[in-house]
């Protein structure tokens, strides 16, 4: 081990041929996209848990899209931050790197588009997609939603159904095959790097525990307190966007991989 918590970091990547990497609202609170704890978290006086909940949907389509109007519109006004950068050019020097997230926003793979590295996993869907209420039909949307009334809300081509944003929302099912591939790629890690997340929503949060379970050190990345800070190996306390370019920058093609046909790029 090194002397700062840094340089700890740092070697445990070094040495890990596989890491699991599970992001949360905090990666992007540096691009100016609130957590839904956090101070910013509020809108018009509703909490998340109050909107983000399919009998919320159910009650009043229209207040519901009107806030899933105003986050889209804050969104697509952000860039993804060194965090994300630094992350997306690490996983393209090295595959044995997977990326789970829960954010909804799309900056992991604005990220990566720039860069040319692999897509996250995402736990909680895309807020810039929509899925049809009444035939389950699910496509991308980037364009703006009139919440005006209620017959202006979006639907669906196909059968005429409400749409609905296609994000998981508190009390529903995670789909099945990112949960069960981001559960593989956490019994399989050697490493495990937590960012931006508070452990308290699940089952995203026990996807960190599978792999301590299953022997990796764990890192976590976090201004604040965590669920995670009694199991760590490592706590880097900061934010996200300095604290991630720091311990992965350095970061080249693990040395097997080197001795590989193909040299590390950089
Ligand atoms: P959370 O709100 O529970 O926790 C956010 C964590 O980020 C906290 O631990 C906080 O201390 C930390 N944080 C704050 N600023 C940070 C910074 N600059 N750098 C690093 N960390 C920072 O978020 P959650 O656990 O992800 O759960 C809320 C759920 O709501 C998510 O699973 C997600 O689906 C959804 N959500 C998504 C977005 C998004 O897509 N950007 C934003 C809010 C909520
Ligand atoms: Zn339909």
């Known amino acids: 081990m090194g002397h700062s918590p840094t340089q700890d970091a740092h070697d445990i990547l070094t040495e890990a041929a596989r890491v699991l990497i599970l992001t949360g609202a905090g990666m992007s609170a540096p691009s100016g996209i609130p957590t ?86 995402r736990l909680h869907g895309s807020i810039f997609r929509v899925r049809c209420t009444e035939c389950g039909t699910e496509s991308g949307h980037q364009e703006a939603v009139d919440a005006s009334t209620e017959d202006t809300l979006p639907r669906c081509e196909a059968c005429g159904g409400l749409l609905r944003p296609a994000v998981v929302w508190f009390g529903e099912q995670l789909p099945f095959d990112a949960l069960s591939q981001a559960s593989d790629a956490a019994r399989e890690a050697d490493a495990c ?32 307190e965590t669920a995670y800070d009694g199991m760590a190996d490592v706590r880097l306390v900061g934010s996200a966007d300095e604290v991630v370019p720091e311990i992965v920058d350095e970061l080249g093609a693990r040395p097997s991989a080197a001795k590989a046909a193909t040299p590390p790029c950089r």
Not at 99 to 117: F, P, Y
Not at 202 to 223: F, K, M, N
Request: proline share 8%; with cysteine.
């Open 36 to 121: 839904f704890r956090g101070p910013d978290g509020m809108w018009h006086n509703f909490r998340p848990e109050e909107l983000a909940t399919p009998e919320a949907f159910a009650r009043d389509p229209l207040l519901v899209w009107r806030w899933y109007g105003w986050r889209r519109e804050l969104i697509a006004q952000c860039q993804p931050n060194a965090g994300h950068v630094a992350l997306a050019r690490w996983m393209s020097r090295h595959d044995g790197v997977t990326l789970v997230t829960q954010n909804v926003d799309g900056l992991h793979e604005r990220a990566a588009k720039e860069i040319g590295s692999a897509d996250p996993i």
């Open 193 to 224: 790097l937590v960012i931006g997340t508070s452990g308290a929503v699940y089952p995203a949060a026990g996807l960190a525990h599978e792999a301590v379970s299953s022997g990796a050190p764990l890192i976590v990345v976090d201004p604040g």
